[in-house]
Antibody, heavy 120, light 110 residues
Framework: EVQLVESGGGLVQPGGSLRLSCAAS????????MNWVRQAPGKGLEWVSY????????YYTDSVKGRFTISRDNAKDSLYLQMNSLTDEDTAVYYC?????????????WGQGTLVAVSS | QSVLTQPPSVSGAPGQRVTISCIGT?????????VHWYQQLPGTAPKLLIF???NRPSGVPDRFSVSKSGTSASLAISGLQAEDEADYYC???????????FGGGTKLTV
């Protein structure tokens, strides 16, 4: 069974940092591209970042460029998101999502999410 | 402001049929990228509902169907059931943004 379990969320002050983790199991993690998607309270889904299976390609949405860093450790079956210079606009539930190998450009599995709250 | 445009809400009585539109641009849907749909039940993570040309993950009934034309797509749900009450999101890929783009979500009330 495919499982994605996020952790690392919490309350942080504006300007602070957090590192999110996503532990993957039930599939060959090193073969799949991965993404982070967030959802602000009461709002819709927003794609945040992408990393290819070998980490050779990385992309970010404009609002987090220069502040967030996506990475992965295929030996540990884990995905990460280092978030720096956080603002209240970064408050959201952050989901890790596996990109489908069959079709590409879609999330076939999602984690349960971890809440990041930026507030003083 | 979401890149893809969806109506904020739709509603229908049990047994009826509803459609949810998703309007994109020439950088995403109009560029030929597939449109995919997710269902999000209250308090839960999104779940892939239907992808590409009417492909459904195991367990998704054929009451759910999609169509696509030009820069827009739509999700149709027939034989509405109370359990269909959820938020629905369309998603595609945008070549200008080099990433996924989502609609703002549509709340379905049955």
């Amino acid at each position: 069974e495919v499982q994605l379990v996020e952790s690392g969320g919490g309350l942080v002050q504006p300007g602070g940092s957090l590192r999110l983790s996503c532990a993957a199991s039930g599939f060959t993690f090193s073969s799949f591209n991965m993404n982070w998607v967030r959802q602000a309270p009461g709002k819709g889904l927003e794609w945040v970042s992408y990393i290819s299976s070998s980490s050779s390609a990385i992309y970010y949405t404009d609002s987090v460029k220069g502040r967030f860093t996506i990475s992965r450790d295929n030996a540990k079956d884990s995905l990460y998101l280092q978030m720096n210079s956080l603002t209240d606009e970064d408050t959201a539930v952050y989901y890790c999502a596996r990109e489908s190998q069959r079709t590409g450009y879609l999330a076939d599995y999602w984690g349960q999410g971890t809440l990041v709250a930026v507030s003083s | 402001q979401s890149v893809l445009t969806q109506p904020p809400s739709v509603s229908g009585a049990p047994g009826q049929r509803v459609t949810i539109s998703c309007i994109g641009t020439s950088s995403n849907i109009g560029a030929g990228y597939d449109v995919h749909w997710y269902q999000q039940l209250p308090g839960t993570a999104p779940k892939l509902l239907i992808f590409g040309n009417n492909n459904r993950p195991s367990g998704v009934p054929d009451r759910f169907s999609v169509s696509k034309s030009g820069t827009s797509a739509s999700l149709a749900i027939s034989g509405l059931q109370a359990e269909d009450e959820a938020d629905y999101y369309c998603q595609s890929y945008d070549r200008g943004l080099s990433g996924w783009v989502f609609g703002g979500g549509t709340k379905l009330t049955v």
